[in-house]
């Protein structure tokens, strides 16, 4: 898949890379995906002993006929076990989503679903199983879609789909304008809603760590809720000199949080914070189990 260009490095930002993966094309998207890795070394090396080289092995080259917008890890998707699985989905500028299955053996599939009409800004596995995958689009609607490519559900909102959390019960869809919606899959009915106060609202995330928080960007500022005390956030604070792009909780801690800036501009950075604000860190997405972050740079 040639999502990818060059090195990537954070030279540029007097830091040296971890690891170093060479790339052929343009970083558009980066995700970290849940497979299992196991770590090989010699029984004769010490546990302090630092590893100088970690080797890459290329599992597979899938070859997406577009440009990859976003992309999404299935939780199914295992090295560690047989048979090993690899299972994630993509959207492209084709506005369909695309879901792809390899054995790593002789079982390759590409499954195409259609039904937006418009960009898709985002989409997820249901993190439990990975039976179902919801999307969001510009054309204001949320689909849901099985693994045989069917479109299960679709919640039709009022203003364009940003980003979409699904979380074991419920389904959070965060829409332009300013709106969060909570849904629930059995009635498929909305249940709760947040408000950001301003628009343009860029990305929302729900919190693993602690499912009464959520979090946001919105103009240049990250906002946070608790959402059993009110609909408004409960703390606001500037986040980029220019408007935001992006806002990501970790997976392990419901103090920490990241937004970058929206790319091309001045303060196209990522930025880690920590709650109680005590300030934040420049840094280079995060793993949902390893204190680890990525990011990708055009």
Known sequence: MNITKNTFSMEDSGRGASYTVPCDDYVHVVEFSPLTVAQLRPSWQEEDMEVEEVEFTTLRVFHHALRVNCLAWSPESQLDKRPQLIRFCTAAADRKVRLLTSDLQNQHEVKVMEGHTSYINHLVFEPTEGKQMPSVSEDHTCRVWDLEGNESTTFRLRSPDVSVCWHPEDLMVSEKKGTIRF???????????????????????????????????TGSDWVIWDITRSSYPQ????????????????????????????????????LVHHLPVIGSATVGAGHRSLPLCVIGEM
């Open 183 to 217: 849904y629930d899959l059995v009635t498929q009915q909305a249940i709760l809603s947040l408000d950001c106060g301003q628009s343009p609202l860029m990305s929302a995330d729900w919190c693993l760590a602690d499912t009464i928080k959520g979090g946001a960007v």
């Open 235 to 270: 703390e606001k604070r500037p986040a980029h000199v220019e408007r935001a792009g992006n806002f990501r909780w970790s997976r392990v801690s419901e103090n920490l949080f990241s937004t970058t800036g929206c790319p091309g501009k001045i303060s196209s950075q990522l």
